[in-house]
């Protein structure tokens, strides 16, 4: 299913929801969750009211505590989203949920229809919301039509998927009369990522259990690049007949140990993950992802067209920070967008602004 329903790249749209100070729950606690509430708790535009989380040994928790503060704020972790809304007066004082807790939209969704059915504009985290037209058609036209009737806003960010290699690569082709052709990599040291992405790449896994665990679902790799090569591809019109997914273990052929992590030879040191979005058996666009302990990092986008374009980023890009500020910047443009489900490059152009 291709997205019908969107609006232009970039387009304004001007809604009395928009205002200089956005109050938000937090809805989601993990390593990235918290990365996003500490993020926004310090900034003058962002105003917290609420936080969700299950796990319970933060339930009942003052955020203030578990954010760094010296002092409690008087805002405890609830363990569902009634308790946070029956305590504001009037949920209209509610803008904005950043929502960090699942990567598979077949998991979130009913926490999506929860949010959304109290009127609450949504931008989260999870990474097959990005663009979720094609896995997820049916669950995608549910959760459109729960956000319109409710007259508020669904959308999927962060930094990868969500901005370096789909909407970052879509930008660049403003410079293009034509584009034929867009391959996109990110390469990362996974040893210097945090512990449940380490797990989820398989780091010192035996080859044989990392194909065990793969074929299981028990181990994800990287998520998102079948979102990312559609939503670049549709966007475009570069009418993809089909994504080929693959994620493929990196073996180490020597122990590798550092403070970070240790690898022991023979054992699994990181992945080569790749989506190929392919038309008429030709590959048109390709989105390569490479965690891999010891690596050196970058991200490199080459745009095929005329005129052709090369972007590159020698340093790498810091993903949880980056993920928390993709977040925030989006903040306010879900706010003040059209209700229903969108994408990223539905909205207008995001960036910084100082508060």
């Not at 997205?3 to 205002?19: A, D, L």
């Not at 918290?34 to 040994?57: W, Y």
Request: hydrophobic share 40%; proline share 5%.
């Amino acid at each position: 299913m291709t997205k019908t329903n969107t609006i232009s790249v970039g387009s304004p749209y001007i809604s009395s929801r928009c205002k200089d100070k956005i109050k938000f729950i937090s809805f989601g606690l993990g390593p990235v969750g918290l990365l996003i509430l500490q993020a926004a708790v310090v900034r003058s535009d962002f105003e917290l009211v609420g936080v969700v989380d299950v796990n319970p040994d933060l339930v009942g928790q003052d955020i203030g505590r578990l954010i760094g503060e010296s002092r409690e704020i008087g805002i405890p972790v609830s363990p569902d989203l009634s308790p946070v809304i029956d305590g504001i007066s009037g949920q209209n004082q509610v803008d904005l949920v950043f929502h960090a807790t699942q990567s598979f939209l077949d998991q979130t969704t009913p926490q999506f229809i929860d949010l959304l059915s109290c009127g609450l504009n949504v931008v989260s985290t999870c990474e097959t919301l990005a663009y979720p037209y094609r896995r997820y058609p049916n669950l995608s036209d549910q959760l459109d039509q729960v956000a319109k009737s409710n007259r508020c806003t669904l959308v999927g960010a962060g930094i990868n998927p969500g901005f370096l290699l789909d909407l970052l690569p879509i930008f660049l082709t403003t410079a293009c009369q034509e584009v034929t052709g867009i391959q996109a990599v990110r390469n990362i040291d996974a040893a210097k990522r945090r512990g449940p992405f380490q797990k989820k790449v398989g780091l010192n896994l035996s080859p044989e259990d990392f194909a065990r665990q793969r074929e299981i679902g028990q181990l994800s790799a990287h998520v998102g690049l079948t979102e990312s090569v559609y939503l670049i591809g549709d966007t475009l019109g570069l009418n993809l007949d089909r994504v080929v997914e693959e994620h493929r273990p990196v073996i180490a052929d020597c122990a590798y140990s550092s403070a970070e992590v240790e690898i022991q030879a023979g054992r699994v040191r990181g992945v080569n993950s790749f989506g190929r979005g392919v038309r008429n058996q030709q590959e048109i666009v390709r989105i390569d992802f490479n965690a891999v302990v010891g690596s050196q990092e970058y991200e490199e986008i080459r745009i095929e067209g005329y005129p052709p374009v090369i972007w590159r980023n020698k340093l790498g890009t810091a993903g949880d920070s980056a993920t928390a500020a993709v977040i925030l910047n989006m903040g306010k443009r879900v706010v003040a967008a059209q209700p229903g489900l969108l994408t990223a490059a539905d909205l207008p152009l995001p960036h910084f602004t100082r508060t």
